[in-house]
Structures are given as C-alpha cells and as structure tokens.
Nanobody, 121 residues
Framework: QVQLVESGGGLVQPGGSLRLACAAS????????MGWYRQAPGKQREPVAT???????NYPDSVKGRFTISRDDAKNTLYLQMNSLKPEETAVYYC???????????????WGRGTQVTVSS
C-alpha cells in the first residue's frame, strides 16, 4: 500500500507565502516523476509544477517566478514553495507521484488527498 500525504496548507494573505510538503510512504521501490496540481471550486484540476527524477522542473506561465518545486529523495518528500500568492490561487492542492510499487515492480500513478490553500485578506 502506498500513501501520499500533503501538509502545509492554510490561510494566507494576498502576497504571502506558503510551503507545501508531500510525504510518500508504503511499499514502493522508487519514485519517478512528481508534481503538484490544484483544483478550485467549479474548475478542472490543473498542473502547478512538475519535477522529474533528474530534477528538471516545469511550471505554467501563471506561476513561473513565484512557485518553486523541489524534492528530497532521501526523505521521499516533495515540496512546493509558493510566494506572492493571489486570491485566485485559492484551491485544494494535490500531490501526484509515479512510483514503482514493490508488489508488481511496475509504475503506478498516485494522488494525495489534497491540502486546502486559501488566499484572502
């Protein structure tokens, strides 16, 4: 069994910062690509940042220069540093990871349950 657990969400004022974390645990051999996604009420889930096993990152234009994704493979943890947050970025933020699971030795896609980020004064 594999779990992704997000933390670090909360209420922040416009222009403020938050750092999200996502810890992976369970029976897996390795973690491949990882990413953060968000879903606002009434909208589709959208990518926020992705990172490969080699550390290559990708961001949509809307967050470039303000968000930074990173990973600590020794701790099986993914991070998202968010700066200069805007009210329209209020959403549930989800962690995603592709892991090689132990029982099948094949890659599978997993999602966390999400953490709420609210940007409001």
């Amino acid at each position: 069994q594999v779990q992704l657990v997000e933390s670090g969400g909360g209420l922040v004022q416009p222009g403020g910062s938050l750092r999200l974390a996502c810890a992976a645990s369970g029976s897996f051999i390795s973690i491949n690509d990882m990413g953060w996604y968000r879903q606002a009420p009434g909208k589709q889930r959208e990518p926020v940042a992705t990172i490969t096993t080699g550390g290559s990152t990708n961001y949509p234009d809307s967050v470039k220069g303000r968000f930074t994704i990173s990973r600590d493979d020794a701790k099986n943890t993914l991070y998202l540093q968010m700066n200069s947050l805007k009210p329209e970025e209020t959403a549930v933020y989800y962690c995603n990871a592709r892991l090689v699971v132990r029982w099948s030795r094949s890659e599978a896609n997993y999602w966390g349950r999400g953490t709420q980020v609210t940007v409001s004064s």
